[in-house]
Antibody, heavy 114, light 108 residues
Framework: QVQLQESGPGLVKPSETLSLTCNVS????????WNWMRQAPGKGLEWIGV???????NYNPSLKSRVTISLDMSKNQFSLRLFSVTAADTAVYYC????????WGPGTLVSVSS | EIVLTQSPGTLSLSPGERATLSCRAS???????LAWFQQKPGQAPRLLIY???IRATGIPDRFSGSGSGTDFTLTISRLEPEDFAVYYC?????????FGQGTKVEIK
């Protein structure tokens, strides 16, 4: 059974870059979509973007100018980079597999603060 | 971008009762690519239903999904204590995926 696990710094300074990695175990990354979502404290879910196993990407228009999602199948992982962060980017960040998000990581809280 | 509107915002019910949750899309969802998730406090969302009506692996049959086009419904036939949670719909029929704002099912 596939398992996903997010990792990265829990604290990022304003104007810096948030970088997270999702490690995938127990299954192949080929022929799947790999997604990032986030959830601000007390709020709903927000889809950030997706990378397909070919490397093609789609992003939420509200974040597109600040986001890059990439894939490294040799390491069984995919990554999120969010540039020029502000306090509004404080959230639990989740990674998930497939178009319909059938498997999720447990999430990682990232706080933006000086 | 497709906007999903969930209703009601909060549903107050007792164990054993039937829950009916709505998800309405601002435009037709391609191929009825609509999923439902359950989220409990401090946990990641869990997939319940995809393609509008297909139960995910291991999901009890008291959960069912229906609908097409712009109107979708998640029904929980008889609420168990562990079903009190927040439920989200997601459309994945367009290149830009969007979530509804959520429905909280709380104990009356």
């Amino acid at each position: 059974q596939v398992q996903l696990q997010e990792s990265g710094p829990g604290l990022v300074k304003p104007s810096e870059t948030l970088s997270l990695t999702c490690n995938v175990s127990g299954g192949s990354m080929r022929n799947y979509y790999w997604n990032w979502m986030r959830q601000a404290p007390g709020k709903g879910l927000e889809w950030i973007g997706v990378v397909y196993s070919t490397g093609s990407t789609n992003y939420n228009p509200s974040l597109k100018s600040r986001v890059t999602i990439s894939l490294d199948m040799s390491k069984n992982q995919f990554s999120l980079r969010l540039f020029s962060v502000t306090a509004a980017d404080t959230a639990v960040y989740y990674c998930a597999r497939s178009q319909w998000l059938d498997s999720w990581g447990p999430g990682t809280l990232v706080s933006v603060s000086s | 971008e497709i906007v999903l509107t969930q209703s009601p915002g909060t549903l107050s019910l007792s164990p054993g009762e039937r829950a009916t949750l709505s998800c309405r899309a601002s435009q037709s969802v391609s191929a009825n690519y609509l999923a439902w998730f359950q989220q409990k406090p401090g946990q990641a969302p869990r997939l319940l239903i995809y393609a509008a009506s297909i139960r995910a692996t291991g999901i009890p049959d008291r959960f069912s999904g229906s609908g097409s086009g712009t109107d979708f419904t998640l029904t929980i036939s008889r609420l168990e204590p562990e079903d009190f949670a927040v439920y989200y719909c997601l459309q994945y029929g367009s290149t830009i995926r969007t979530f509804g704002q959520g429905t909280k099912v709380e104990i009356k």
